[in-house]
């Protein structure tokens, strides 16, 4: 895939904005210390009136006023923690164009590189010059559209993201803006004193004898020893998966159907690994429905939790799939008000909350049966519309080792797109499991 870069542009916002500080989490502060996002794409599109790169950022520049924040920076205060310093400095919007069609490349080639899609940072730089915002517009030789957009992850998770880009997407249309973000992240403040009830595993290294991950590459880089599975469901497919969970109703959901699928077939694929090794799944959940009083919709902050089960490898792949259906319901079922607020309660009595943020040298994410399993948004996704029309697809700028997502599919009700990263030596056990175990087959 051949990305040429036309031009690089800081967007400010359109008018002179509050200059302050903004209080960041404690949510925030663990968070990774890159830019995290999505990639939309739209097909081609006849319309007289579409969308041009001048015409988006005139639209970027009005959203900015309202969601000034984004346009501002990182910084430490005079205690080394982080905050963001409102300063109206601007986001990145880059313009780029490809020779190549969609079918070209193939969405679902495990080896592509996606990173060209979003703009290309230096993280070596100092964290105050970073843009909080990056959005890429690449247009293809077919005719096609992509969108990356990501969000510094001490800023914001993709739930900020997507009121952001809803917001910018309908601007770029003419149309009012629905959300109105709220900023002030004190409403995840800890309890004074704080007080844990639960013990919050979840902060706490893995087992160390695992072999551990060589690279923790926050991107999908085909010259790695990694790629990306891209499995579509269909409606039929995910029928069958319920079937084998052996539950007549509704009692789980479909994603911990296939949060427990997705584990199971990363461990029996994992066939370096003996009995006596451990595997820990690392189930993202998103706060804002959980928490009691219930957060603004329109909040711009992290609300991200972790339900970690555990289990021995032997254990864990002689147990039927209706187990580890249920334990993963069990671990996510935990999860409300009194859990999430003990676990922010822990997070303030914690020591260096550096510790925990993934990266090189962290132990929390570098264990080899040490999986993630992050559900994209599906609300609103059908709103992000520019002018060409609602995407076709979506998926993440960024996998790294040990990194799954799941995501309703965009052109077929009820199905689903799953994106799992391992090593290369990996992907095709992965997918011949994935799909034998539902006796359907595969697409």
Same mark, same amino acid.
């Given at each position: 895939?051949?990305?040429?870069?036309?031009?690089a542009?800081?967007?400010?916002?359109a008018?002179?904005?509050?200059?302050?500080?903004?209080?960041?989490?404690?949510?925030?502060q663990?968070?990774?210390?890159?830019?995290?996002?999505?990639?939309?794409?739209?097909?081609?599109?006849?319309?007289?009136?579409?969308p041009?790169?001048?015409?988006?950022i005139?639209?970027?520049?009005?959203v900015?006023?309202?969601?000034?924040?984004?346009?501002?920076?990182?910084?430490?205060?005079?205690n080394?923690?982080?905050?963001?310093?409102?300063?109206?400095?601007?986001?990145?919007? &880059?313009?780029?164009? %490809?020779d190549?069609?969609?079918? /070209?490349?193939?969405?679902?080639n495990? !080896? @592509?590189?996606?990173?060209? *899609?979003?703009?290309?940072?230096?993280?070596?730089?100092?964290?105050?010059?970073l843009?909080?915002?990056?959005?890429?517009?690449?247009?293809?030789?077919?005719?096609a559209?992509?969108?990356?957009?990501?969000?510094?992850h001490t800023?914001?998770?993709?739930g900020?993201?997507?009121?952001?880009?809803?917001?910018?997407?309908?601007t770029?249309?003419g149309l009012?803006?629905?959300?109105?973000?709220?900023?002030?992240r004190t409403?995840?403040?800890?309890?004074?004193?704080?007080?844990?009830?639960?013990?919050?595993?979840?902060?706490?290294?893995?087992?160390?004898?695992?072999?551990? &991950?060589?690279?923790? %590459?926050?991107?999908s880089?085909? /010259?790695?020893?990694?790629?990306?599975? !891209? @499995?579509k469901?269909?409606? *039929?497919?995910?029928?069958?998966?319920?079937?084998?969970?052996?539950?007549?109703?509704?009692?789980?959901?479909?994603?911990?159907?296939?949060?427990?699928?997705?584990?199971?077939?990363?461990?029996?694929?994992?066939?370096?690994?003996?009995?006596e090794?451990?595997?820990?799944?690392?189930?993202?959940?998103?706060?804002?429905?959980?928490?009691?009083?219930?957060?603004?919709?329109?909040?711009?902050?992290n609300?991200?939790?972790?339900?970690?089960?555990?289990?021995?490898?032997?254990?864990?792949?002689?147990?039927?799939?209706?187990?580890?259906?249920?334990?993963?319901?069990?671990?996510i079922?935990?999860?409300d008000?009194?859990?999430?607020?003990?676990?922010?309660?822990?997070?303030?009595?914690?020591?260096?909350?550096?510790?925990?943020?993934?990266?090189?040298?962290?132990?929390?994410?570098s264990?080899?049966?040490?999986f993630?399993?992050?559900?994209?948004?599906?609300?609103?996704?059908?709103?992000?519309?520019?002018?060409?029309?609602?995407?076709?697809?979506?998926?993440?700028?960024?996998?790294?080792?040990?990194?799954?997502?799941?995501?309703?599919?965009?052109?077929?009700?009820?199905?689903?797109?799953?994106?799992?990263?391992?090593?290369?030596?990996?992907?095709?056990?992965?997918?011949k499991?994935?799909?034998?175990?539902?006796?359907?087959?595969?697409?």
């Amino acid at each position: 895939m051949n990305i040429h870069v036309k031009q690089a542009t800081i967007v400010k916002p359109a008018e002179e904005t509050p200059i302050h500080s903004l209080w960041l989490s404690n949510l925030d502060q663990i968070q990774v210390r890159f830019h995290m996002g999505i990639l939309y794409f739209y097909n081609p599109c006849s319309s007289s009136s579409l969308p041009n790169t001048q015409s988006l950022i005139d639209a970027l520049r009005k959203v900015l006023v309202l969601f000034y924040p984004a346009a501002g920076r990182l910084q430490k205060d005079k205690n080394g923690r982080l905050e963001v310093l409102c300063n109206g400095e601007g986001v990145l919007l &880059v313009e780029a164009e %490809s020779d190549s069609t969609l079918q /070209d490349i193939g969405l679902f080639n495990q !080896s @592509l590189d996606f990173s060209q *899609l979003m703009p290309n940072i230096d993280y070596s730089e100092d964290i105050s010059s970073l843009p909080l915002i990056l959005l890429q517009v690449t247009y293809f030789k077919c005719g096609a559209v992509c969108i990356g957009n990501s969000i510094h992850h001490t800023f914001g998770d993709g739930g900020s993201l997507a009121c952001f880009m809803e917001a910018w997407s309908r601007t770029a249309r003419g149309l009012p803006v629905k959300i109105t973000p709220f900023f002030d992240r004190t409403v995840l403040r800890a309890r004074d004193p704080p007080s844990p009830v639960f013990p919050h595993t979840e902060y706490q290294p893995p087992p160390f004898h695992n072999p551990p &991950v060589k690279s923790l %590459s926050y991107r999908s880089n085909p /010259d790695s020893d990694s790629g990306v599975a !891209s @499995l579509k469901l269909t409606r *039929l497919q995910v029928k069958a998966l319920r079937a084998k969970a052996e539950v007549a109703d509704s009692k789980f959901s479909t994603y911990e159907l296939l949060v427990a699928h997705m584990w199971r077939c990363a461990c029996f694929s994992a066939e370096d690994l003996g009995e006596e090794h451990l595997t820990r799944l690392h189930i993202i959940i998103d706060g804002r429905s959980r928490l009691q009083p219930k957060l603004p919709h329109g909040y711009i902050g992290n609300t991200l939790f972790h339900a970690r089960p555990i289990s021995l490898l032997g254990e864990f792949r002689r147990e039927p799939f209706s187990t580890t259906v249920k334990r993963v319901h069990g671990e996510i079922k935990k999860m409300d008000n009194t859990y999430l607020r003990s676990a922010i309660d822990c997070l303030e009595r914690h020591s260096d909350l550096d510790q925990l943020v993934p990266g090189e040298g962290n132990p929390i994410f570098s264990c080899a049966a040490n999986f993630c399993i992050v559900g994209l948004l599906k609300q609103s996704v059908y709103e992000l519309d520019f002018g060409w029309g609602r995407p076709f697809f979506k998926r993440t700028t960024h996998l790294n080792e040990g990194k799954g997502f799941v995501s309703m599919s965009l052109d077929e009700e009820g199905s689903y797109i799953v994106f799992m990263c391992l090593k290369k030596t990996q992907l095709g056990k992965f997918q011949k499991l994935f799909y034998e175990f539902l006796n359907v087959s595969a697409l």
